[in-house]
Each structure stands twice: as C-alpha cells, then as structure tokens.
C-alpha cells in the first residue's frame, strides 16, 4: 500500500479546485486518501491569505500536529496555496517542522519535492514567480462525481484595494474556450452533471485573445453539451457584467438562475476608495435586470463593513442597497487589515467596536431579508441535486440535501425545529414512510420536491419526494462505497489541455449546513472561488437527461 496523505483546504472555490489537483496529483504518484480520524504519512494544507485570521490559523493547525510529526518520524507535512506564495520561507522559519512549502504557480511540483525532501532530509521550499502549468492539465481527484469545477482563467487584472489575491495569484491568464469544453464534455462522460466555472472575474474572460464577449458564448456552448443539466459560474465583477451574459443566462436551460456577484459596499465613497470600478447605481441595475430575464433567479453577495474611511452614512447606503436588492443570502465580512495592501495603510481606520456593532446590524437586516425570501419559497416545487456534505445533522437523522437550481440549500426529510415553528406536524408513521424514501436515494441523485418550510439559510422539504431520478454519478457514489478501503477513487482523471491553442477538432463556442451564517470575521477576495476515468467493472445503466426546468 502506497503513502498515506491528507489535503486540508482553507479559503475560496479557487482553493477547493486546487485541492482537487493536489489530490490527483498525490495519487497518481501512489499516494492512497485516509479519513480525517487517521494519521497519514502526509498532510498538506492548502492556504488562504485573505483574511487577517488567516496566518494564526494555519500556524495554530501546525503547532497543534507538531507533537504527531514528533512521534511519527516518516510523516511530511507541506504548506501551499496563497499563504505559501506570501510568507515563503517564514513557514519554514517558525515552523521548522514543515517538509515543503509550495506556491500558487507550481502545483505540479509537489511530488518531486516531497521526495527531495525525503531523500535530502531538509526542507524544500519552492516558489515561483508566474504559473508554470495551468492546474486543469493536471489530474484531480473530484470530491463529488455529480459536480465538477472548471478553471476558466486564473489570476485577477483588478487592483481592488482590500485585496492581496492578484500579488498571488498573478495577472489574468485565459484558458482557449476549446480546451474549456473539451474538459467539460470530458467530466460529463466521467459523470457530472453539474460544472461550475470559476475565474477571479469571469466576465473579463475572452480578453487575453481578443474576444471580449467570449464568456457569453461559453455559457451558450455549455448549453450545447448533452447529460449537463446544471452550469453555475463564480465570480462576476460588477464592472464588466454584460447584457450578452444576462442574455446567456436567460435563453440557455441548463445555466442556472442564480447568481453570486460581490458588491462589497452600497456607498459609492466607499467603492471609490476600494477601487471597484462601479458605482451602486450601476450594481441595483444590474440586479433589476437580471431579474427582469430570470424573474426566480436566487442572487447572493459579498459585503464588507467597516471599511478605512467608512462612515455611518456610507454603512446605511449600504443597507438601502440591501434592502432594495433583497438578496437571498450574503457573505458577510468585517473588514481587517491586510499587510500588502493599500488599504492597510489607509487614513481613517475604522475603530474595531464601530465595525463589530455594524456588522450586527447588516447581519440581522440580511437574515430578516433572506427569511422573507426563503418562505416566499414554500409551496414551490424544486429539483434538487443531492450531495455529501450540505447538512450536517444528514447522518443522524437520516435526511438528505443539496441544493435547488437556483443555488438554496434544501434538506429533504422530517425536521422537529421546522415544525415547530411552522405549525405543521406529520405522524412518527408518515415520517418513518418518508425517511424509508429518502433512504434509497444517494448523493448525485436528483430529486423533485415541495418546499414546506423556510429559514434564512436552508429550506425544508418534509414530505415525501415528488420524484426521485438515478443518476450515474449516483452509481459511482455507491460504487465508492462498496469498495475495500483504501481503494484509490475512479474519478482521478488525466488533466485537460491548459493555456494555448484551442484542441483539435473543437470548434470555439460563438453555502454548507443548518445553522451556520455564511458571514466572516474577515474580508471578502473582492472577484471569489480531464480525460475520462479509465473503464470499470460497474455497469451503468444509461438513464436520459430531461432537458433542465426553469
């Protein structure tokens, strides 16, 4: 049996991806994944350096497995991600114990530097200055065989001024819309139904080779890939959203109506002096427009309070913009100084109990918004795509989630604090009939079901499904978990062509569980977040796509 390994991921959508890399990466050189309650012979952590909090962090994970690597003298621990690229050697420094530091650009190096590390029994640490390989050429190991995310473009052109991202990550570097289809139809075929492509800023997609409208004419593309029910998109910078894109969306089935786009403040002082690019006027017409093309379109956002110079003025545009764009959930984040960035050093700081009492109060305005959305939700009847993960009491109780096509969190099954405040109670025999359902069901699967409660973070379906569709995602979950363990996984996948010219014969195309807030006690990246698998012994029933439901 191979090296045992573990990959911690702290920080955006763009990390996650990375994670999925690394992971790939880690078992095509043999490595073998071990649960979290075991001790590998590798963790690696994959970093974020948004956040003020983000460097305690990590140095508090690795003074807390010290004692682990003292006592298990063959185990390596390695430190990527934004982090790494900032501190470089710092790590190693106050942390001796680390084997390899490695950077944002240089992914495909880890295997060999672990080995040097091994073999020369000192640290290895490895930054480099500009990407080397564009992380989908390399292979990954999907967390989810029914959702995939595809890198777009990588690095960021903005000079938000909060925002530490494009000194890591780099100038905005754009995949070819071929090579981006091609990885597509590839996860498709391997069992997906779900993408979502990711870029710093996707709607500047297309510039790097001349073609300012190509991220519309990708979503159309997507469109046209048979078995892809579901194409979501991460993250839109308000300044460059398009009346082409919002058309897209509209008139293409399977891209979803939601949409996750970073407003950061509703004063137009304040996004001056983070250098947005836009101002709130154009950010509310945005919103009316894309919900005058998809009028049940679920739209999220970012916000930061308390930013350098932020008045109380400013902080209440901030809460009309709220008020007027009723957003159905928001990322919520205290604004911290972030070493390397000019705000940093920005006059008028914000006193901490200023920006704490604020935020308390944007808090309860958007929980009082998103409950008002979220009930207006019950009595709908939604498709939901079942996933790990999505509620943490799952297990215990026996329900399940995932997520309806507009992006809210759903929970399928019985819930007690549902009933309890809505009034409505069902019989332990009709629950029991339910759970008996829902028990045949498996992530990947896709169901119809009615909504019969709303929080302001998750919706409750507690009756029986409506209808209940295998998928083979589904089939490759279960398949998962019939295997021996420590079995490497089916869907570690060959990478995909990167930056370049298009592949051949392609033609180019015209939030996690119950109670949890999704706000932070940091700032918000002001922009975020294969071949097939080789055959197998599982035999697949093919079961037809309907085309998507608006």
């Given at each position: 049996m191979g090296r045992s390994y573990q990959v911690r991921t702290f920080g955006c959508q763009m990390n996650v991806h990375d994670s999925e890399r690394i992971s790939g990466l880690l078992e095509s050189a043999g490595y073998v994944p071990v649960d979290a309650g075991e001790t590998p012979d590798l963790v690696v952590f994959n970093t974020c350096a948004v956040r003020e909090n983000a460097d305690n962090r990590l140095y508090g994970n690795l003074g807390h497995l010290y004692p682990t690597k003292r006592d298990n003298p063959g185990m390596q621990i390695a430190v990527g991600g934004c982090l790494a690229q900032k501190d470089r050697?710092?790590?190693?420094?106050?942390?001796?114990?680390v084997d390899v530091v490695f950077g944002t650009h240089n992914l495909h190096r880890l295997p060999?530097?672990?080995e040097r590390a091994r073999h020369n029994a000192e640290a290895q640490v490895e930054i480099a200055e500009a990407l080397e390989v564009f992380p989908s050429t390399?292979?990954?190991?999907?967390?989810?065989?029914?959702s995939a995310w595809v890198?777009?473009?990588?690095?960021?052109?903005?000079?938000?001024?909060f925002c530490i991202v494009p000194s890591l990550r780099g100038k905005e570097r754009d995949r070819r819309p071929g090579d981006v289809l091609a990885e597509v139809e590839a996860l498709v075929a391997d069992g997906a139904v779900e993408v979502t492509l990711l870029g710093q800023n996707v709607n500047s997609y297309g510039r790097s080779f001349g073609d300012p409208g190509a991220f519309a004419k990708l979503l159309r593309a997507c469109g046209r890939i048979e078995g892809l029910e579901r194409v979501r998109f991460t993250s839109p910078h308000p300044r460059d959203f398009t009346d082409d894109v919002i058309a897209a969306m509209a008139e293409t089935p399977n891209v979803c109506p939601s949409l996750h786009m970073p407003m950061q403040s509703g004063s137009d002082e304040v996004l001056r002096r983070m250098r947005r690019s836009y101002r709130r006027d154009r950010y509310l017409g945005i919103v009316e427009?894309?919900?005058?093309a998809l009028p049940d379109a679920a739209i999220t956002t970012d916000i930061i309070v308390g930013f350098p110079g932020e008045t109380e003025r400013d902080f209440l545009d901030t809460l009309d913009v709220?008020?007027?764009?009723r957003f159905s959930g928001a990322f919520t984040f205290q604004y911290s100084p972030r070493p390397g960035t000019p705000a940093a050093t920005m006059d008028e700081q914000v006193p901490p109990a200023v920006v704490a009492e604020r935020y308390g109060r944007l808090v309860a305005l958007q929980d009082e918004v998103s409950l008002a959305e979220n009930r207006a939700q019950v009595g709908?009847?939604?498709?939901?795509?079942?996933?790990?993960?999505?509620?943490?009491?799952?297990?215990?109780?026996?329900?399940?989630?995932g997520r309806a096509r507009d992006g809210?969190?759903?929970?399928?099954g019985p819930d007690a604090n549902a009933s309890a405040r809505s009034g409505v109670h069902t019989s332990p025999a009709e629950e029991a009939a339910v759970l008996a359902e829902l028990a045949r069901l498996r992530p990947g699967d896709v169901v119809t079901t009615a909504i019969t409660y709303g929080a302001p973070h998750y919706l409750v379906a507690a009756g029986a499904p409506l209808a209940a569709r295998a998928t083979r995602a589904g089939d490759l979950w279960a398949a998962d978990r019939a295997a021996p363990a420590g079995t490497a996984r089916q869907s570690v996948s060959l990478g995909m062509p990167g930056i370049g010219a298009a592949v051949a014969g392609t033609q180019a195309p015209d939030e996690t569980h119950d109670e949890t807030h999704p706000h932070g006690d940091g700032q918000a990246c002001g922009c975020a977040a294969p071949a097939p698998s080789p055959a197998s012994a599982l035999t697949l029933v093919s079961v037809p796509t309907p085309a998507p439901a608006r």
């Open positions: 050697g710092t790590i190693t420094r106050k942390a001796p114990w060999v530097l672990l390399l292979p990954a190991r999907r967390a989810s065989h029914a890198s777009i473009s990588v690095g960021c052109d903005n000079t938000c001024t427009r894309v919900r005058a709220v008020g007027q764009a709908r009847t939604v498709e939901v795509l079942l996933a790990e993960g999505e509620g943490r009491k799952d297990e215990s109780t026996g329900r399940r989630s809210r969190l759903v929970h399928l």
